[in-house]
C-alpha cells in the first residue's frame, strides 16, 4: 500500500506541472534538496527522492514548486526580463472556464473573442493589447509543454496561488500522449496572423483554445470541451 502510493505520488508530481503554492519560509535542515540552478537571487532545487522541484528565492521563500521540467521552465522566466515570450500559449482563468491566446510580443496578444469581452455577436480572431486580453484577472498562465512529451501544463505568472483551476485528466491527456510537432516561436506567430480576421467560432469545434493550441502544436483541441464531455 505504501508502495502504492509513493509512485501514486511520483505520477502526480511529473503530470502536475505548476502546483499551488502558498509562499512561505522555508526553515531547517533540508536534507533531500539539492540546488541544481541559481541566477539573480533565485534557486532552483530538486528533491533526491522523487521528480519535484522547487524556486525559493534569495530570503528562502518558496517561489513555486512542481514537476521538475515545469519549475526549469519557470525558473528561465522567472529570472528573465519577462514572464511572457513571443509565441507562448497564453491563458487567463475566468470564473468558470479559461480563455487563451497566442501572445506575440511587445504586448500583443492574437486571441478569439468579441472585440469587448470573450463571448458576443462579433467574434473573430483578432490582435489586442495584454492588458485588454486579461481583462482585470489576477494574473495569467502560458502552457508549458514537457520536454518528455506529453500534454502541455498551466504555468501561472502568479507565485502564490492556492489552487490550478480545470486541471484535469481526460482524452485530451490521451490525445497529446502522442508525439506532436511544437512549431517554433517564429511559426507559431505566423500560424496566429494566419488567420486574422477569421469569424467561424464554434464554441465545441473552433473556440479560443481550439485556435492557441492549433498554433503551437498543429493540433486543434479544447481540453474544456473533452472536460464537459466527460463530465
Not at 500522449?177 to 500560424?191: G, M, V
Amino acid at each position: 500500500m505504501i508502495l502504492a502510493l509513493l509512485i501514486a505520488g511520483k505520477l502526480l508530481i511529473r503530470q502536475g506541472g505548476d502546483r499551488p503554492n502558498r509562499e512561505e519560509k522555508i526553515t531547517g535542515k533540508q536534507y533531500f534538496w539539492r540546488d541544481k540552478k541559481e541566477k539573480n537571487g533565485y534557486r532552483l532545487q530538486q528533491n533526491l527522492l522523487d521528480d519535484h522541484a522547487r524556486i525559493l528565492d534569495k530570503n528562502n521563500i518558496r517561489k513555486a514548486t512542481g514537476s521538475m521540467s515545469a519549475m526549469e521552465e519557470k525558473f528561465d522566466r522567472l529570472v528573465s526580463d519577462s514572464f511572457l515570450k513571443p509565441g507562448d500559449v497564453i491563458g487567463v482563468s475566468r470564473r468558470l472556464y479559461d480563455h487563451y491566446g497566442i501572445y506575440i510580443g511587445e504586448g500583443k496578444v492574437i486571441h478569439y473573442a468579441d472585440k469587448t469581452k470573450d463571448f458576443g455577436k462579433d467574434i473573430s480572431i483578432y490582435e489586442t493589447d495584454l492588458k485588454g486580453f486579461i481583462e482585470g484577472s489576477k494574473d495569467y498562465f502560458v502552457l508549458h509543454f514537457p520536454k518528455e512529451g506529453g500534454p502541455p501544463r498551466k504555468l501561472r505568472s502568479s507565485t502564490n496561488f492556492n489552487e490550478n483551476p480545470r486541471e484535469r485528466t481526460g482524452i485530451f491527456d490521451f490525445i497529446f500522449k502522442a508525439k506532436y510537432q511544437l512549431f517554433s516561436p517564429e511559426e507559431t506567430i505566423k500560424r496566429a496572423k494566419s488567420r486574422l480576421g477569421e469569424r467561424a467560432y464554434n464554441l465545441t469545434r473552433n473556440n479560443c483554445e481550439h485556435f492557441a493550441l492549433w498554433c503551437k502544436t498543429g493540433v486543434s483541441f479544447s481540453r474544456q470541451v473533452d472536460m464537459a464531455l466527460s463530465i
